[in-house]
Each structure stands twice: as structure tokens, then as C-alpha cells.
């Protein structure tokens, strides 16, 4: 693994006493990796059984529990997530500009382009106006409810991912990358911590079956 390389060097150089600490770093990561694998996996349909699609707050909860159990570091995530499907991005990328809500309508009417954004808007009451995913380990964003955006009329499929990012994205700087046939675009909203009055958040027996059944299927994989 490229850590390990970078930590310690080739693996014919070190000394008898490095050895043992560096499988324990491989044990941990290839634990994280499998957990983060299953969780991909096995999450979300747990979740959806008792939430809707829309329930970022209810998802990141899930997962922190779980990457809890497992002893991975984790947190909550404030970001705002931008959506685009193959149309709309060509268009962009040939120069055409941002277009207005107008001329948003003719794109989709022209060829389907086609965007949906999650954790735009302001404050409505009841309703937190942002977006929630998990941070690990300082480098990895993993977000189990993005399948919301789901628009199969507009080509616009996903599934849970994890990517990496780095610091400058945690400081503010977008992060853009390819999901399907999608271009995302996340942004940090540092300090937006509205969901934490949610009753999804605060009310973890809601959730106890769903982590539960998603341990039993991850552990299974282990």
C-alpha cells in the first residue's frame, strides 16, 4: 500500500522490530477498507426499510455508529452537493456559462440536461437546509444517501460512494469528480451544524435495528 511505502520504506529494508508495527497498520487499513466496502454495500438498503431516500441526517448516523463499532475515525460533514447529468456537463464544458433557472428549463427540454442539487436553499421550519456525510479519517468522504438524487428519466444514476479528498477541501476548496455518468461537485458548509437538533440525529433508537442488521452483514464479510 502506497502509506506504508511512504511511513517506512520497501519492506526488504526494515529492520526485524518495524515489521510488527507495520502489519499492524496493514491489519487496521484493510479493516477500514472492507468496513467502508460493507457499508456500500449493506447500509443503505437497512436504512431505506425505516427512512426515506431523503434522509442524510438518519444515513451519517448510521454509518458513524457502525465506523464507531469498529473503532474508525469518523465524524459528521456539513457539505452541499451538486449533481450533474452528461448533457448539462457538456454544456458547460463548451463554454456555455452557468444558465439561469429559464434557460435551465430550455437545456432540459433541448437534449435533457439535467441537474439536482442537495443542501441548496435556505432554512425552512422543521427542515435542516443543508447536506450530511461522514468524514474519515481526514480523508475520505463517504456519503450512503446520495442515491436521492436519482433521476433515471435524466440518466442520472447513483449509488453510496467514498472518495478521497484532501485538506483543501476540508477548508472550503470544492471537490469535483465523475459518478456514473454524473459530475459531482461537494462543497464544505463549515459550521452549519443545524442537524444536530434533528430528531434523527438525536434519537438513536429509531436506528439500533438498522445498525444492527447492517454489523451482521459487514462482520459476515470480515
Known amino acids: 500500500m502506497p502509506e506504508i511505502a511512504v511511513l517506512f520504506g520497501s519492506r526488504s529494508k526494515l529492520d526485524s522490530d518495524l515489521q510488527p508495527t507495520i502489519f499492524v497498520v496493514e491489519s487496521v487499513m484493510k479493516t477500514t477498507e472492507a468496513v467502508l466496502q460493507g457499508l456500500l ?10 427512512f426515506r431516500a431523503d434522509s442524510c441526517i438518519a444515513s451519517t448516523a448510521v454509518g458513524l455508529d457502525i465506523l464507531m463499532h469498529y473503532g474508525i475515525l469518523a465524524e459528521p460533514f ?15 464544458e463548451n463554454g456555455q ?41 481526514k480523508r475520505l468522504l463517504l456519503d450512503l444517501s446520495i442515491d436521492q438524487a436519482t433521476r433515471p428519466q435524466y440518466n442520472m444514476m447513483l449509488e453510496p460512494l467514498c472518495v478521497e479528498i484532501d485538506e483543501q477541501f476540508i477548508s472550503g476548496s470544492p471537490k469535483v469528480f465523475k459518478a456514473g455518468q454524473c459530475v459531482v461537485r461537494v462543497d464544505a458548509l ?29 462482520q459476515g464479510e470480515l
Open 41 to 50: 454495500k449493506y447500509a443503505r438498503p437497512e436504512i431505506l426499510k425505516e
Open 78 to 92: 456539513p457539505v452541499r452537493t451538486l449533481i450533474f447529468n452528461e448533457p448539462f456537463t457538456s454544456r458547460l
Open 97 to 137: 456559462g452557468w444558465p439561469t433557472g429559464q434557460q435551465v428549463r430550455v437545456w432540459t427540454e433541448e437534449d435533457g440536461s439535467y441537474s439536482v442539487g442537495i443542501g441548496v436553499g435556505t432554512q425552512q421550519p422543521n427542515k435542516w437546509a443543508g447536506y450530511l456525510a461522514i468524514l474519515v479519517e
Open 190 to 218: 463549515l459550521g452549519n451544524e443545524g442537524y444536530t437538533s434533528s430528531p434523527d440525529w438525536l434519537f438513536a433508537g429509531r436506528r439500533r435495528k438498522i445498525v444492527a442488521n447492517t454489523l451482521r452483514l459487514i
